[in-house]
């Protein structure tokens, strides 16, 4: 029996790749690019470390720490300094930082008097009936009021999807949310009754999660997952069609501008929506694939600063900085990186991470890197007390950086089932139905995974790989 096939080099991917292999099934994961890892790299430069993509992982699930441990990284782990637990909200063009317990919250000048007092009608609200799809933004004015939304909902929403709350969807974007209102009929309340189950699944809220990267950045888990993978890796080889055959599927996959075509017991495309819709697909029934194309990808800049110590006026003791947008910024967030971790930038200087674009304001992302420079440090100098010029510069674009869970979105959801349904055998998973975080995306290739297997077990015989031993790695 042939091995399973895995379309996606990213995170997702190379966790089911790597959690498959650990259960001695054969694997084959194609990439289509030079690299793997997807959105995650990591740059040690001039004594800067700067990430491309995501800066740190979310603790959430049992499951990401199994990862870590079992591909031998616990000497290489760095969790995030408690020192730098604050996060920083703006209004009012000044950094006020977001209240960690009730006593804090009564205190802060983030909300007023009345946004507070609001807060007490909000488990007499009534729930809003189930089937019924609301956006974000109607969800917490309904609930919560115009004050949170503004300074709360809307750089929140910026920092995880780059995204719009008057456009993504409560019940596909932030599901807990709308799960909590379902199922206990008010926020608090669920907050307060529902952390009882996240202990029982051995889980924690990504509030209340570790934050955790590696001694070099994230790029360590992407060359460990390579490592253990060894031959199973085809990279430059993107697959260009996915046929569904008498028992098997066969793939094509195009190398050095020649096609080949192998044939696989399964099939698990992690790659992108946008991919998945432009892949030829022949199944026994056919699905036409083509409305995957419409769920939205906003273009996101990543801008690394270096700067002098002396030239940054903030202490920088916190996580970083949401923007909302009724301050009129440029700027999504800034990320205190060298604040995060040690070792991200020389002595006597500091690393700040900031994202630029989204759905917000998408034109921006686009500008070239002197001008991106200019209008950061302008709102940095405004935040942060930021005064100088930087002493690093690392600019990456991502013209298609985070699907947005819109409005309408379950119509999409209900398509990939469908097609999960009727083509046994070819299973989906990643970023673009299991939710955006770093997090996410290792759990639902771990999840994924067992899907597969047990999907092997039943209508297969395969034949038993070498188990992948753990990697025993030393610090760097």
């Known amino acids: 029996m042939n091995s399973v096939a895995i379309i996606g080099g990213g995170i997702t991917g190379l966790t089911a790749a790597f959690r498959l292999r650990q259960k001695n099934i054969p694997v084959t994961l194609y990439e289509g690019g030079r690299r793997l890892g997807g959105v995650i790299q990591s740059v040690r430069q001039d004594g800067y470390l700067a990430e491309y993509g ?3 992982i979310l603790e959430t699930s049992p499951k ?18 408690p020192r730098a637990e604050k996060r920083y909200l703006v209004r009012g063009g000044k950094l006020m930082d977001l209240p960690a317990s009730a006593r804090a919250f009564l205190a802060t000048p983030l909300f ?13 609200i009534p729930r809003a009936p189930a089937e019924r799809e609301e956006s974000i ?40 949310l709308h799960s909590l209102e379902q199922k206990y009929g008010s926020l608090i309340l669920g907050q307060i009754l529902g952390a009882r189950a996240r202990k029982r699944r051995a889980e924690v809220s990504k509030q209340n999660a570790k934050k955790l990267s590696f001694d070099e950045g994230l790029q360590v888990m992407i060359d460990a997952l390579r490592l253990a993978l060894g031959d199973s890796v085809r990279l430059r080889s993107p697959v260009t069609c996915i046929e569904q055959t008498k028992g098997d599927w066969t793939l094509t996959i195009r190398t050095d501008e020649q096609e080949t075509r192998r044939q696989h017991a399964a099939v698990l495309f992690a790659g992108t929506s946008y991919t998945l819709a432009d892949l030829q697909l022949k199944t026994h029934r056919h699905m036409d694939l083509a409305p995957l194309k419409q769920i939205h990808y906003s273009p996101v800049a990543s801008l690394v600063l270096g700067f002098r110590r002396q030239d940054v006026a903030h202490p920088l003791d916190g996580f970083g900085v949401l923007v909302p947008q009724v301050e009129g910024m440029n700027i999504l967030g800034t990320l205190f990186s060298s604040s995060l971790f040690p070792n991200r930038a020389p002595a006597g200087c500091v690393t700040l991470t900031t994202y630029i674009g989204g759905t917000r304001h998408p034109d921006l992302a686009l500008l ?3 001008s991106l420079v200019d209008l950061t440090c302008r709102d940095l100098q405004r935040l942060l007390g930021v005064n100088g010029r930087p002493t690093f510069e690392h600019h990456v674009l991502f013209r298609r950086a985070i699907p947005q ?11 990939m089932d469908e097609l999960e349904m ?14 955006v975080s770093l997090g996410d995306s290792i759990v639902a290739g771990h999840d994924v995974a067992e899907r597969m297997e047990g999907f092997l077990a039943r209508y297969k015989t395969v034949p038993r790989a070498k188990p992948v031993e753990p990697q025993m790695t030393v610090a760097a």
Do not use: M, Q
Request: glycine content about 10%; hydrophobic content about 40%; charged content about 25%.
């Open 137 to 176: 933004a109607e969800f917490v004015l309904r609930r919560l009021g115009r004050e949170f939304l503004d300074y709360a909902i809307n750089p929140f929403v910026a920092g995880v999807y780059a995204g719009d709350p008057a456009r993504l969807s409560v019940k596909h974007a932030f599901p807990k």
């Open 54 to 56: 995501p800066n740190t």
């Open 368 to 370: 070239d890197t002197e």
């Open 422 to 435: 009727n083509a046994p055998g070819l299973f989906l998973a990643g970023n673009y139905r299991n939710g």
């Open 405 to 415: 869970y819109e409005v309408g979105f379950g119509r999409f959801r209900d398509l």
């Open 112 to 124: 007023s008097t009345k946004a507070k007092l609001r807060l007490l009608a909000e488990p007499f």
């Open 64 to 81: 990401i720490s199994a990862l870590v441990c079992d591909l031998g990284l616990e000497g290489r782990r760095l969790d995030s300094d």
